[in-house]
């Protein structure tokens, strides 16, 4: 089976040295799918030519806009895509929003949650309603659906109009970087290098609306004065879209009592999650919530949201909280510090949960996944 797999999120990821979202999601795949029998891929970016990638060679579809608008207006395939693609390619794999519209190769695409329709108030609104309105109807006429969530399927089902007959759940994976504790000196190095201190509760995410960062802000506000010096929050994620109270609470500290690390490397956030007193993660909305699973196995406490998918990935190792509630946000950080008993219950629970969730199992669905759209 020879697969053209959609690469132009994660290539352009790996130039910024900044791998996340789905451009972790689409590494992670495209190094297990390569292990696995009679699966060859063909990396392809929507840019002029053949592209030079870390990836090696790498096909060029041409630029994705004006492609996307012909075939959106003329009812037609993608012209340079079309044409490029080479004829003994199996199926195409759109693992990001880029999704072609081919004439003779079926499509497969992932979605990773219906967040752009269901909450238009979370995202950009630049060309928002045309954005929209063509991936729609691209994804619409992949072959077949990917997607990483029970939750986030019964989203795509109403907001895009997808039977559920055509969806396949492919949940993500933690690797396994995760479950090895890290070493003393690599510790020390990463505490020197972000100024960390001693101990701390850990927000990690681009900050945008969804993510909810005000609200813990606020709830790590309402904890006394000496465990608020005691526990600083940490916040690691660049600036994203409408952050501007984040970014200016941020700035401000708190009295050294919030400290922002902005975008922080890959290779240091196994030391930053496995030092923290707890991850909080107080999002609105998720397709997955991967960072959870991610805490689970480096054993680290997680108090998350009890909304969208994160009670299915969560389950019962992480304490869930009404992500608008400073105050039971707050009574969670209490309880992680003040409940021993409550915290190593945690811990085995979240490392016996991570290790059901492996890149290999999300590859093998994925494989799956293509042979039915072929057949």
């Given at each position: 089976?020879?697969?053209?797999?959609?690469?132009?999120?994660?290539?352009?990821?790996?130039?910024?040295?900044?791998?996340?979202g789905i451009g972790s999601y689409s590494r992670e795949l495209w190094q297990r799918l390569s292990t696995l029998e009679n699966t060859a891929?063909?990396?392809?970016?929507?840019?002029?030519?053949?592209?030079?990638?870390?990836?090696?060679?790498?096909?060029?579809?041409?630029?994705?806009?004006?492609?996307?608008?012909?075939?959106?207006?003329?009812?037609?395939?993608?012209?340079?895509?079309?044409?490029?693609?080479?004829?003994?390619?199996?199926?195409?794999?759109?693992?990001?929003?880029?999704?072609?519209?081919?004439?003779?190769?079926?499509?497969?695409?992932?979605?990773?949650?219906?967040?752009?329709?269901?909450?238009?108030?979370?995202?950009?609104?630049?060309?928002?309603?045309?954005?929209?309105?063509?991936?729609?109807?691209?994804?619409?006429?992949?072959?077949?659906?990917?997607?990483?969530?029970?939750?986030?399927?019964?989203?795509?089902?109403?907001?895009?109009?997808?039977?559920?007959?055509?969806?396949?759940?492919?949940?993500?994976?933690?690797?396994?970087?995760?479950?090895?504790?890290?070493?003393?000196?690599?510790?020390?190095?990463?505490?020197?290098?972000?100024?960390?201190?001693?101990?701390?509760?850990?927000?990690?995410?681009?900050?945008?609306?969804?993510?909810?960062?005000?609200?813990?802000?606020?709830?790590?506000?309402?904890?006394?004065?000496?465990?608020?010096?005691?526990?600083?929050?940490?916040?690691?994620?660049?600036?994203?879209?409408?952050?501007?109270?984040?970014?200016?609470?941020?700035?401000?500290?708190?009295?050294?009592?919030?400290?922002?690390?902005?975008?922080?490397?890959?290779?240091?956030?196994?030391?930053?999650v496995h030092g923290a007193r707890a991850l909080i993660f107080p999002s609105l909305h998720e397709g997955f919530g991967l960072p959870v699973?991610?805490?689970?196995?480096?054993?680290?406490?997680?108090?998350?949201?009890?909304?969208?998918?994160?009670?299915?990935?969560?389950?019962?190792?992480?304490?869930?909280?009404?992500?608008?509630?400073?105050?039971?946000?707050a009574e969670a950080m209490l309880q992680v510090i003040d409940n021993g008993a409550l915290t190593e219950r945690l811990l085995d629970r979240?490392?016996?949960?991570?290790?059901?969730?492996?890149?290999?199992?999300?590859?093998?669905?994925?494989?799956?996944?293509?042979?039915?759209?072929?057949?």
């Amino acid at each position: 089976m020879k697969v053209a797999f959609g690469s132009t999120i994660l290539v352009q990821a790996l130039k910024r040295d900044a791998v996340d979202g789905i451009g972790s999601y689409s590494r992670e795949l495209w190094q297990r799918l390569s292990t696995l029998e009679n699966t060859a891929l063909l990396p392809y970016v929507f840019a002029s030519g053949e592209a030079a990638s870390p990836l090696g060679r790498t096909l060029g579809l041409g630029p994705f806009a004006w492609q996307a608008l012909f075939a959106q207006f003329s009812g037609m395939a993608f012209p340079l895509a079309s044409h490029r693609l080479p004829v003994d390619i199996d199926l195409v794999h759109a693992t990001d929003h880029l999704i072609p519209v081919l004439r003779r190769t079926p499509v497969i695409a992932t979605l990773m949650d219906a967040i752009p329709l269901a909450h238009p108030e979370w995202v950009s609104l630049r060309l928002r309603q045309l954005k929209n309105l063509m991936w729609c109807q691209a994804a619409r006429k992949a072959r077949r659906v990917l997607t990483i969530s029970e939750h986030a399927r019964s989203e795509i089902v109403e907001w895009f109009g997808i039977p559920e007959a055509r969806i396949s759940v492919t949940p993500l994976g933690v690797d396994q970087r995760w479950f090895m504790p890290p070493s003393e000196a690599e510790c020390q190095r990463v505490s020197r290098t972000l100024h960390l201190p001693p101990a701390y509760f850990l927000f990690l995410g681009t900050l945008q609306p969804r993510k909810n960062l005000m609200t813990l802000i606020k709830a790590h506000r309402a904890l006394p004065l000496a465990m608020r010096q005691a526990f600083p929050l940490v916040v690691a994620g660049r600036a994203g879209w409408s952050c501007g109270a984040e970014v200016s609470a941020l700035r401000e500290g708190d009295s050294g009592m919030l400290r922002w690390l902005n975008f922080v490397p890959d290779r240091d956030l196994v030391p930053l999650v496995h030092g923290a007193r707890a991850l909080i993660f107080p999002s609105l909305h998720e397709g997955f919530g991967l960072p959870v699973l991610e805490a689970f196995a480096a054993r680290t406490p997680v108090i998350c949201s009890n909304t969208s998918s994160l009670p299915e990935v969560a389950g019962d190792a992480a304490l869930l909280i009404q992500p608008e509630d400073a105050g039971q946000m707050a009574e969670a950080m209490l309880q992680v510090i003040d409940n021993g008993a409550l915290t190593e219950r945690l811990l085995d629970r979240g490392l016996l949960r991570a290790r059901q969730f492996t890149w290999e199992r999300t590859a093998a669905l994925t494989r799956q996944a293509y042979q039915e759209a072929l057949s």
